[in-house]
């Protein structure tokens, strides 16, 4: 599967964005997808997974009540809309897709080296 990230941009502090993740392939569906970001001189973190159909969703703490994942296996898409952003949310923003993770309740779920594909990143900076 492919994926191509689109959406990022400069927004203020406390704005919000909606980056999106198309994907081609049947493996999609099939697949709990990620977002991950990683900022300039730090690893790459976890941000959020949701389940094949959509109706399980997975945060790290820091976005939980500001962050929201979505996907669309209709379209191919997969979403995370960003609220009440903040400077240390400013990252390179990539969607993963995970066949062989189990359910967003597996401890994979936020390990990088559990997604099989990758995208290439979107850019989302958070400045006044």
């Known amino acids: 599967v492919q994926l191509q990230a689109s959406g990022g941009g400069l927004v203020q502090p406390g704005g919000s964005l909606r980056v999106s993740c198309a994907a081609s392939?049947?493996?999609?569906?099939?697949?709990?997808m990620g977002w991950f970001r990683q900022a300039p001189g730090k690893e790459r973190e976890f941000v959020a997974a949701?389940?094949?159909?959509?109706?399980?969703?997975y945060y790290a703490e820091s976005q939980k009540g500001r962050f929201t994942i979505s996907r669309d296996n209709a379209k191919n898409t997969v979403y995370l809309q960003m609220n009440k952003l903040k400077p240390e949310d400013t990252a390179v923003y990539s969607c993963?897709?995970?066949?062989?993770?189990?359910?967003?309740?597996?401890?994979?779920?936020?390990?990088?080296?559990?997604?099989?594909?990758w995208g290439q990143g979107t850019q989302v900076t958070v400045s006044s």
């Open positions: 993963a897709a995970g066949p062989r993770i189990s359910t967003v309740q597996s401890m994979g779920v936020m390990v990088p080296r559990s997604y099989d594909y």
């Open positions: 392939g049947r493996t999609f569906s099939t697949s709990i």
């Open positions: 949701i389940s094949r159909r959509g109706g399980s969703t």
